[in-house]
């Protein structure tokens, strides 16, 4: 398996506690967040982890190279020289790997999702790219998914707004590289905008529900939180 790490973001709404690293960096519990990722992957048949990296991205090549001996896999970088939005660092990374089928992560999200259900799902179901969703409750921070329930064909994502229960998109995907997710598209977008919601009105998105622990340290209310749960 091969996986994609999205770890180029440039971290805006995290500056107010951590400015110094990329996010994927930040200290948690007294190592950076991309360690747990990483040691997350060690528990499956990983081969090679492409991070695409851009915004202090020294900081991530100079740790990587004193922990490399640490990890069961090959790592290796796409390098956006300029932000490329998430769907650009993601055609970017895809270039670079070499699997039809391919795993992407956030860099700055521990979605505790069972891997081999997620790429038996996608195996089986066909579509361009499949999703793992979360269900969660009394939510506002994130947009709902509506889920066909009996084909787990995701049918339409809803903006943000209270939510008393739903799922969300945990970004976590699995993404078949021979499907035409990315024509017309330049070299900067959005995943979410641009690939997404057209792939979804194709009938071209999987769902696959998971109950894993899941946390974002993008804002500083859930980076706090998450140095005593790790």
Known sequence: MEVIILAGGLGTRLRSVVSEVPKCMAPVAGKPFLWYLLKYLSRYKVDRVILSVGYLREVIFKWIE??????????????????????????????????????????????????????????????????????????DRYGSVNMEPHTGTILSFNEKKYCKEGLINGGVYIISKSAPIFEGLGEKFSFETAVLEPQCSKHELLGIVQNGYFIDIGIPEDYQRAQSLF
């Open 66 to 139: 004193e922990m490399k001996e640490v990890f069961p896999f090959e790592i290796d970088y796409a390098v956006e020289e300029e932000p490329l939005g998430t769907g650009g660092g993601i055609k970017l990374a895809l270039d670079k790997a070499t699997d039809e089928r391919v795993l992407v992560l956030n860099g700055d999200t521990f979605f505790d999702v069972d891997l081999m259900q997620l790429y038996d799902a996608h195996m089986i179901g066909g579509k361009a790219i499949t999703l793992a969703l979360k269900p969660m409750r009394n939510f």
